[in-house]
């Protein structure tokens, strides 16, 4: 691949890229809260780092210690290394008493076959091969004898399942732990019995995994029980001056308080920056890809990270990424997005604490790749059933993933990971359920959310539909072209649709005021006469919709259409009248007070109001051409008039804008075959 090559990818991908938009600034106290929390993160992040022992395992000392008084003194090296052994050693197994019986039985039928066969002539007898020697004890057993030789083999078994038995048991240790539970016996009776216990018990098991034994280990270690202690006594040497010190020495030391603790400035301050750094990332990414972020958003996803960082601190080893790391992932990206989702991913998993071991490492990676994968198909959801399937997916093939990868490493049969899935699942239930709270009132708005706001049954909605029928039929129109324009330059489509629902519920206050509910022709604004009244009722037809929009509760990105579809554009008609009055009349005074729109998806739907009553009004000889001539000087015209600054559309998103408009004008405008209507037949009475 030559240079040539590259270049054109590298050109394809900033053309693939998200158009850069301006993000609003926020408010000082806001910036500053959100500071805060990102102080707290970095604070947490770097808190193992913060201070650092004079003393420490594998120095010389610098001087002799000995024991002032008897101590229990917690071993915390056995103890740690007893941690990193939890996690693939949890499963307890106890003895299956039923297995156990089933062994039994299967004894006693192989002694009734070495006794049918005890007579044969044949050299070879089943379950055993015999001898002819021992085929000889055999047959010269009288029945005291073979009852007792029977029982001694039925005592051994019991002794040796009572241990437990494990299936991948070698055949050789097998045969000579036989041999010695019947010590006692002769020494054809000995290989007789032992090798009818090889056959009965190889390859068979009678142990299984307890659940509640399990969790009462977990818990034993979490609470400190059982801990491994060392005891010292009064006078005992500790450690002799410019010997090196051992963990278990350092660890009596650190217990009588020998051992001074200082900070580190330089390597917990690394620390420090490094995870500040990496919130401050999270941040811009998650204003880069959102760029209408609010800061109680960016305070979740803060929140977030803090609270997994203080588990992590707070667990040490015992901490599951998968549990921390998914159902957090899977929230945001449904609210926020899934590059939103990705970015606290990456940020969480930088920060995981070290060093990681062999297991802890692939359960990390596991858990990563899970959640990137929860955060890819979160933003794709477009219904509650569809984030349920989700939650019951993502356990199962994290399970079998981790499965997979520990093969080998330590056991992973042992590992309770249908537990840790099993958790998760229940975590992501939890979160579905919470989600509209969250949603609420951290203003989030996910697929499924919008598309409940969508229904044309939502009280607003069908207020509209009632109260103001032509703007609600003009609110259909608008939602036609709005989305066909957003799915032409890869906007939000579903975020355009109900948005464009949305925009002029305010007209509620006054419908009469608007043309398109006139039925009888009848123009108020004609008998009012006062372009300046008029005017203010216009714009009030915003401030209603935004109040509105607060007694509705609609999301922030929604309430946002409703002054941004207007923008700051001139009110035309009544400023021609107030002109031919006064020509001196500011053109101020006859703006909508704005803002402009801050996102595609609001510069759509101005775009298409716009377009909506002039594509509406064309002939019907109009052609293609002269169409998208003239969506094009209205689309020219917002654009110099300064509406689609901070839009973040660009020129060539225009031109599909205005293809797109075109075509739905073209489906609105088809022809229809006039049926014939026959004359109506009279009948005599």
Not at 53 to 72: D, I, K, S, W
Not at 297 to 302: E, T, V, Y
Not at 438 to 454: D, K, S
Request: hydrophobic fraction near 45%; glycine fraction near 8%.
């Amino acid at each position: 691949m030559g240079w040539p090559r590259l270049r054109t990818l590298w050109r394809r991908l900033l053309r693939a890229e998200r158009p850069v938009q301006s993000p609003p600034w926020w408010r000082g106290q806001d910036a500053a809260a959100v500071l805060l929390v990102c102080l707290l993160v970095a604070l947490v992040s770097s808190w193992p780092w913060l201070v650092e022992p004079n003393l420490r395992a594998g120095m010389m000392a610098p001087f002799t210690v000995r024991a002032p008084q008897e101590a229990r003194v917690v071993d915390s090296t056995a103890l740690e290394q007893r941690r990193e052994q939890m996690l693939p050693r949890t499963t307890v197994q106890v003895v299956d008493e039923t297995a156990s019986t089933l062994l039994q039985e299967r004894l006693d039928e192989s002694l009734q076959a070495i006794e049918a066969q005890a007579g044969s002539a044949e050299t070879l007898v089943k379950p055993v091969s015999l001898t002819t020697v021992e085929r000889l004890w055999l047959q010269g057993l009288n029945s005291v004898e073979r009852t007792a030789w029977e029982r001694e083999l039925r005592q051994a078994q019991l002794r040796m399942l009572s241990q437990g038995l494990a299936a991948g048991l070698a055949e050789g240790q097998l045969l000579q732990a036989a041999s010695l539970q019947l010590d006692g016996l002769p020494r054809e009776g000995r290989e007789v019995g032992a090798r009818l216990l090889v056959h009965v018990l190889q390859g068979q098991s009678n142990l299984r995994s307890d659940p509640a034994l399990s969790q009462r280990r977990i818990e034993a270690l979490i609470n400190q029980e059982g801990i491994p202690t060392i005891n010292v006594k009064s006078g005992d040497l500790v450690v002799r001056q410019g010997e090196r010190i051992s963990a278990q020495a350092f660890d009596v030391l650190d217990y009588f308080g020998l051992v001074n603790r200082r900070p580190r400035p330089l390597t917990w301050l690394a620390h420090f920056v490094e995870a500040l750094a990496a919130c401050g990332l999270l941040v811009l990414l998650q204003r880069r890809w959102r760029p209408s972020l609010e800061p109680r958003q960016a305070m979740l996803s803060l929140s977030t990270l803090l609270a997994v960082q203080g588990v992590n601190l707070w667990l040490g080893p015992l901490a599951s990424p998968m549990l921390l790391l998914v159902p957090p992932t899977l929230l945001l990206a449904q609210g926020l997005g899934s590059g939103c989702g990705l970015a606290w991913l990456a940020a969480a998993t930088l920060l995981w604490p070290l060093p990681l071991s062999g297991v802890l490492g692939v359960r990390l990676l596991v858990a990563a790749a899970t959640g990137a994968a929860a955060a890819m198909a979160a933003d794709r959801q477009r219904s509650r059933a569809g984030l349920l399937q989700l939650a019951a997916v993502l356990p199962a093939a994290a399970v079998l993933l981790q499965w997979l990868l520990l093969q080998g490493r330590g056991q992973p049969g042992q590992i309770d990971l249908v537990g840790e899935g099993l958790m998760l699942a229940g975590l992501l239930m939890l979160g579905l359920l919470l989600a509209p709270l969250v949603e609420t009132f951290f203003g989030l708005l996910t697929r499924a959310r919008l598309l409940e706001l969508a229904d044309l049954e939502r009280p607003l909605l069908r207020k509209l539909s009632c109260e103001a029928p032509g703007t609600f039929e003009h609110t259909l129109m608008i939602a036609g072209l709005a989305e066909e324009g957003a799915r032409s330059i890869g906007a939000d489509v579903d975020l355009v649709r109900t948005g464009a629902l949305y925009h002029d519920v305010g007209k509620l206050h006054a419908p009469q005021w608007f043309i398109e509910n006139q039925e009888s022709g009848r123009n108020p604004h004609d008998q009012l006469d006062d372009p300046y009244a008029s005017a203010a009722i216009l714009q009030a037809h915003v401030d209603e919709g935004l109040r509105l929009a607060r007694r509705y509760r609609l999301p922030r990105p929604l309430a946002d259409f409703i002054p941004e579809h207007q923008g700051t554009l001139k009110m035309g008609y009544f400023l021609h009248q107030a002109r031919e009055r006064n020509p001196a009349v500011s053109e101020e005074r006859f703006r909508y007070r704005g803002p402009a729109p801050r996102s595609r998806e609001t510069g759509i739907l101005m775009l298409a109001d716009g377009c909506e009553a002039a594509l509406r009004s064309l002939p019907p000889t109009t052609t293609e051409t002269e169409a998208r001539e003239m969506v094009g000087r209205i689309l020219g015209a917002r654009q110099r008039d300064g509406q689609l600054a901070g839009s973040g559309i660009s020129r060539a998103e225009l031109e599909l804008l205005i293809r797109a408009f075109v075509r739905v004008w073209k489906r609105m405008r088809h022809r229809r075959i006039p049926y014939p209507i026959p004359a109506r037949k009279a009948f005599s009475a």
